[in-house]
């Protein structure tokens, strides 16, 4: 089936710095991608939708100037946390669509620790 | 406006006895469901998934779900609990489109006990 992958797996950082996080859509085109957030013992929110071409639109509450996201080309889209905070700490999870089946296929996160 | 709810937050049961957590799903359209499994410090894997046809769904592992749409219901069914079935898992929905991000519910812890 589909596979979608993140890189890096697992990431420590120090407060403040800038992170960049990886989805990869292996062997299908995908014009959207999704990137959730998974805090400890709870569930996946959505944080924003990454477009091809086009700006992200973000959920409510997520601020778009730290959450940055770009959509680069049909198989990528990366996630760049600015200056992280330990509280941005988290799960950080994609998915993409693919359009021939309409499935969605989820990446295997990225763990994000911010010290 | 579509939305998840998983009662209970934390299921136990014995090896061998019968797993039920519970998904009901609010929807405004046709929907998708679906069902997933987390194990700690992973990613998400994908138990079984209803889109349209026969409203009982089999999946991994044994286990297996079944859509009522009179009772907005899909909950999650396994005959004999296993010790490695020990996870969390997440009822999702989504529209038919297969282009819109998934809704998640909170999350149904399961224990099994030896």
């Known amino acids: 089936g589909a596979v979608v992958s993140q890189h890096p797996s697992r990431v420590i950082c120090k407060s403040g710095t800038s992170v960049k996080i990886e989805c990869r859509s292996l062997?299908?085109?995908?014009?959207?991608m999704f990137w959730y957030r998974q805090f400890p013992k709870q569930s996946l929110m959505l944080m924003a939708t990454?477009?091809?071409?086009?700006?992200?639109?973000?959920e409510q509450g997520v601020e778009k100037d730290k959450f940055l996201i770009n959509h680069a080309s049909l198989t990528l889209s990366t996630l760049t946390v600015t200056s992280a905070h330990p509280e941005d700490s988290s799960f950080y999870i994609c998915?993409?669509?693919?359009?021939?089946?309409?499935?969605?296929?989820f990446g295997p996160g990225t763990r994000l620790t911010v010290l | 406006a579509q939305s998840v709810t998983q009662l209970g937050s934390h299921v136990s049961v014995s090896e061998g006895a019968l797993v039920l957590l519970r998904c009901n799903y609010s929807s405004s359209v046709p929907p998708y469901l679906f069902w997933y499994v987390q194990y700690p410090n992973q990613g998400l894997q994908l138990l079984l998934k209803y889109t349209t046809g026969a409203t009982l769904v089999k999946g991994i592992n044994g286990f297996e779900a079944e859509f009522k749409k009179s009772e907005t219901s899909f909950h999650l069914t396994k005959p004999s609990a296993h010790m490695s079935d020990a996870a969390e898992y997440f009822c999702a929905v989504s529209d038919f489109s297969g282009n819109t991000p998934l809704v998640f519910g909170k999350g149904t812890r399961l224990s099994v006990i030896a």
């Open positions: 998915s993409a669509p693919d359009g021939r089946t309409l499935q969605q296929f």
């Open positions: 990454s477009n091809e071409g086009s700006k992200a639109t973000y």
């Open positions: 062997d299908f085109q995908a014009t959207t």
